[in-house]
């Protein structure tokens, strides 16, 4: 199995930013992707960003892009997720979630494991 931890969640305030992390652990090394994704109050869970393990170039959301960057420390077995330029918009449960085969990084359904997600609120 593949254990996933978030942190680094918080209150913010609008233009502010903030850094996620995602600590894998267990048999990571069956899993070839890494993204986050998040769930704001009423609304579906929504694809934010992702990364490979082997490298590559990271996908992200187009409501996040340009103002965050996903990135990995394979050593540590670490995904980050800094975010830049927050609105109230932005305020959600972030899930990090791993993914054993290649494919549409955003499809929500394809990725095996879940973390138990860090609350993000940014207030205006």
């Known amino acids: 199995q593949v254990q996933l931890v978030e942190s680094g969640g918080g209150l913010v305030q609008a233009g502010g930013s903030l850094r996620l992390s995602c600590a894998a652990s267990?048999?990571?090394?069956?899993?070839?992707?890494i993204g986050w994704f998040r769930q704001a109050p009423g609304k579906e869970r929504e694809f934010v960003a992702a990364?490979?393990?082997?490298?590559?170039?990271?996908a992200y959301a187009d409501s996040v892009k340009g103002r965050s960057t996903i990135s990995r420390d394979n050593v540590k077995n670490m995904v980050y997720l800094q975010m830049n330029s927050l609105n109230p918009e932005d305020t959600a449960v972030y899930y990090c979630?791993?993914?054993?085969?290649?494919?549409?990084?955003?499809?929500?359904?394809?990725?095996?494991?879940w973390g138990q997600g860090t609350q993000v609120t940014v207030s205006s």
């Open positions: 990364i490979s393990w082997s490298g590559g170039t990271p």
């Open positions: 267990g048999r990571t090394f069956i899993t070839r992707t």
């Open positions: 979630a791993a993914r054993r085969f290649a494919g549409a990084p955003d499809r929500d359904n394809e990725y095996g494991y």
